[in-house]
């Protein structure tokens, strides 16, 4: 009976494949979650692969802002993340300012939505 | 209703604005994949350390859960309560820092949870300090044998079985046997000794209407000034049960570190082990004998190992522990008692035939015992102690001769005749602790002879006639007796001279 493998052996096998350009792993990886019935791991492992590539320098980050990002905050969030970035940009006006960056396993959560919440969390 | 202070509610307000963290940089953050009977399962937090507090953002404010299962690919969080707002999908953060209570003088009085949060209706405790839940023990160089008696002011275990200030003494016994009774008398004699010694009552998955007896009790006798409860219900989330022990712990050496002396009780960790079992199982641990998971043993050994006697380098303190396990039909031979057993000190046995026969406390002489014994004795109770354990050992040997009352020789009649006035007087009410030299007195009255020809029945009546009497009479002697060193031949006289006057009025 073979052993079935961790998200994070696997995500660590598709991102070293992946880092190198070689995009048939995708398949590949389509039909191990389909034969493993993993269905329901797709989005961990997608988090796990993304996570592996930022260990090898590919940070892919998901930037939430309340109005759409200027080239500035872009370049500063660059900067902070540093290496090759590759961003994906949200706009959602119920944080109602500030900004939230997110990567696979790490957070950065400037938004005054999330100062309101850790008010109601204290006890004052 | 208290004024509201919108000035200061202003000033709070800007403060709290003020203090609130602001992130340097990016923080490790996790996502709940899935959460149930009390863990959550968290993907990502790869950092995370065992038993790190981790902090997960609900609609209703921040749940506390603590990391106990590190996996490759996810991490089982067990939650301290709250566990109906937690959702899949909710974001997890690290604290960076393991579970903490709050510790210190301003817990005494006040009856909290696990986390250190009140349960008394009282106001919110502020402490200077905070102590950690888990903590390694004191290692060898740092401890100092036992030498200091810790009084019960139960007779039977004052003279049989003394418990010393840094002992681990185990309170074993059936359902319904009175080993809750042994330690509420214990704290209550504390407070009458004026012995300075802190309790520290954790209840464990204890009946809130009996906390609430116990603690109505303690107010009674003016010891809850110096106990503090760490109180826990069955209806609380196993893992608060689990830590209640530990969090009572750091409370206690909160006391020891600083040179003065604690008591712990553990009420019961019978329960303990039943909680552990069933945060194990949940996490998936893999089940041992009897369904507990392979470290049971390690869960009481770490605990009752932080109870120690320091040495005069350390401050000299010390935390007493009297933990209890419940036994099912008198079996000392099962897994959790037996593992118990070869971490304490030694184990005061409680039987239910005794209890039904109405000796109360119902100590079993013969299967009970502390490792520490005369080390840990007054000298006054040491005195008449050896005379006490050799007369009662003597009449259980003989006991099922008893009904052949016309058929044995003088000498054992009169070891059996002995036996029964021992037996008898060790009977003492609940709430009645003794204090050192009515102990003497008594355990004398019959050891020496001066109450054989007292009937069995008026024995105890015997014995507070004696006491009275003294106390009226020779306040003098009694304060010195009460010092616990040896007594006189002068104090003898006096005591021997109204003992032998008693005595002949309740003869038959």
Redo the contacts between chains.
């Keep these: 009976m073979t052993m079935r493998l961790?998200?994070?052996?696997i995500a660590r096998y598709v991102a070293g494949r992946l880092a190198i350009g070689d995009k048939l792993i995708i398949e590949e990886l389509a039909a191990l979650i389909i034969e493993e019935r993993r269905e329901r791991d797709i989005d961990?492992l997608v988090?796990?692969i993304e996570?592996q590539l930022a260990q090898s320098g590919i940070t892919i980050a998901t930037v939430e802002t309340a109005k759409p990002l200027s080239e500035t905050v872009r370049q500063s969030v660059r900067k902070?993340?540093g290496g090759d970035v590759r961003l994906r940009e949200e706009v959602r006006p119920e944080l109602i300012g500030g900004i939230r960056?997110?990567?696979?396993?790490?957070?950065?959560?400037?938004t005054i939505s999330q100062?309101i919440?850790?008010?109601?969390?204290?006890?004052? | 209703m208290n004024k509201i202070e919108v000035t200061e509610l202003a000033k709070d307000l800007r403060d709290a604005i003020a203090g609130l963290e602001t992130s340097e940089g990016l923080q490790d953050a996790g996502i709940v994949i899935r959460v149930g009977d009390g863990v959550a399962w968290v993907h990502g937090l790869t950092k995370a350390g065992y038993s790190e507090v981790l902090e997960i953002e609900t609609d209703e404010g921040v749940v506390e859960a603590f990391a106990l299962n590190l996996m490759e690919d996810e991490i089982g969080a067990v939650i301290l309560g709250g566990e109906e707002f937690v959702k899949a999908g909710a974001k997890v953060r690290r604290r960076g820092e393991v579970l903490d209570v709050p510790v210190g003088e301003e817990m005494l009085g006040r009856v909290v949870d696990p986390l250190g949060r009140p349960l008394d209706g009282g106001p919110a405790i502020k402490t200077k300090t905070r102590g950690l839940v888990e903590r390694p023990a004191i290692g060898v160089m740092g401890r100092k044998s036992v030498h200091e008696p810790l009084m019960t002011g139960i007779m039977a275990i004052d003279a049989m079985f003394p418990i010393g200030r840094g002992q681990r003494e185990l309170i074993i016994g059936d359902r319904q046997t009175g080993k809750t009774a042994i330690v509420i008398d214990t704290m209550i004699n504390q407070a009458k000794q004026k012995t300075g010694v802190v309790n520290v009552y954790v209840a464990i998955g204890q009946k809130l209407s009996k906390i609430a007896r116990l603690v109505d009790r303690l107010k009674e006798e003016g010891v809850m000034d110096q106990t503090i409860v760490v109180a826990t219900s069955p209806s609380d989330a196993a893992s608060l049960l689990y830590l209640a022990p530990y969090a009572g712990t750091a409370m206690g050496e909160y006391f020891r570190d600083k040179g003065g002396h604690a008591l712990m009780i553990y009420d019961d960790l019978t329960k303990h082990a039943v909680a552990y079992r069933q945060m194990s199982l949940l996490l998936r641990r893999p089940p041992g004998r009897e369904a507990y998971p392979g470290d049971v043993f390690y869960l009481h050994s770490r605990l009752l190992e932080r109870s120690a006697k320091l040495s005069d380098e350390l401050g000299a303190g010390s935390l007493t522990a009297l933990p209890i396990i419940e036994t099912q039909a008198g079996d000392i031979s099962a897994y959790i008692p037996t593992n118990v057993i070869s971490i304490t000190d030694g184990q005061i046995f409680l039987e239910t035939d005794l209890f039904y026969q109405g000796i109360r406390p119902a100590i079993s002489a013969g299967l009970s015992v502390s490792r520490v014994g005369g080390a840990a004795q007054t000298k006054a109770v040491k005195s008449v102690g050896g005379s006490l354990k050799l007369g009662l050992s003597q009449f259980r040997e003989l006991a099922s001769f008893a009904q052949f009352g016309s058929d044995l020789d003088e000498a054992t009649k009169a070891q059996i005749d002995r036996g029964q006035r021992l037996t008898e007087l060790l009977k003492q009410p609940q709430y009645q602790p003794m204090s050192i030299w009515e102990q003497f007195v008594s355990i004398h009255a019959v050891t020496s002879g001066a109450f054989d020809e007292v009937p069995v029945v008026k024995i105890k009546e015997a014995q507070g006639a004696v006491i009275t009497r003294l106390w009226a009479e020779h306040k003098d002697v009694i304060h010195e007796l009460n010092k616990g060193d040896k007594p006189t031949e002068e104090h003898l006289k006096v005591i021997d001279d109204i003992t032998a006057k008693i005595a002949k009025g309740f003869e038959e």
């Design positions: 961790s998200r994070r052996k961990l988090r796990d996570d902070l993340l960056i997110e990567t696979p396993t790490q957070e950065l959560d400037g100062k919440y850790a008010l109601k969390s204290r006890k004052v």
